[in-house]
């Protein structure tokens, strides 16, 4: 005769079998986190365009940031002094990803998630960290969703491709209408700095723009110095605080960090002139020095914001918050942990780049003005 289980021991079971499950996926989500992260963020169709329509830039509209509108890219930290931003210098900033719907390979103007976190957060805690040196130009764009950066099959490469194709049309039209010949900086993160790379590249690099360019902040994107700078027809890394005309670029990790993604990721790609980034040296700007590969304490650190949602400004800069060393891989290694205020947007491996402007935000803002008026200096 079958013995009946006990209810007591049926849920023992089913719970025991939850647990197995979920400490498997756990593990195998620890060893496959690209793979995952493309399950959860990657849409399942094949790529198709989301418009055949370019967008008109000449419209107002089609910007998050114009010198003529009131947005959080003219914010500044609580307790900082009111400073006019240097006279007669532009910014170009490119936002980083807010899209992450698996709805579409690249994101609606409209999406209401995407543009509350352009506007609260990117703009509130990137972008104003350069309206001291300049007035600010950020332009909408039809972002390539998160998931894009996990896709193998080629999806996500048409994606960044025609979001791209925004972002030079838009650096097209500053030049051409808004900028009036004035010296510029461009800065980005992360999807954005990608695009700034590629713009760097076709748009600027050998041209006469390449001589107003004060400098370029390809923030929390892998950039090697063979493989992107020596594709760049003279534009080289930043080598001091003051130097113009240059690139400098970081991605933030802790002092333990696992890094091991971005290196796949650097070892299997090709630079701006088609040479393999393999092997190639990464640069890695101290932000709180502004030298190649150098090492500072916390008491260099002027000044961290930490994340604000919504409509609340920005709280006063944390100072001394954290030093920061460049590894020998290329990866920008804080010196201590930070606390628990730093913990809700860190990503696998103890990858900060979230975190990547408001951790040096205010040594940020310094020293991009502190370019700016080395380029008026030198030129004027």
Known sequence: MALKAKPAGIFLVIVTGIIVIVLAGFFWFQSNPTAALKIAFAPSEPYTPISTEPLDYTDDTNWVALPSMDTFAKAKP????????ISGVDVFFVHPTTYLSRDSWNAPLDHADANMRIEKRVLKMQASAFNLAGNI???????ATFGAFFDEEGNGLQALIYAYKDVQDAFDQFIQDRNEGRPFIVAGHSQGSLHMLSLLKSRIAGTSLADRM???????????IEADLDALDGINACDSADDTGCVVSHQTFGPSGDTSGLQRYFRVTNGLGGMPRQGTKMLCTNPLTWITDDTAESSMNIGAVTVVEDESPIGEPVGNFNGAKCGEDGFLYLTK????????YKMFGENYHVYDYHMFYMNIRENAAIRAQAWLNQNR
């Not at 900082?80 to 931003?85: F, Q």
């Not at 004060?214 to 090697?224: H, K, L, N, T």
């Open 78 to 85: 609580a307790g900082v002094m009111d400073h006019t931003a």
């Open 137 to 143: 130009y950020a332009p909408k764009y039809r972002q």
């Open 214 to 224: 004060v400098a370029a902040y390809v923030i929390g994107w892998p950039v090697s």
């Open 337 to 344: 942990e930070p606390g628990e205020a730093w913990q809700d």
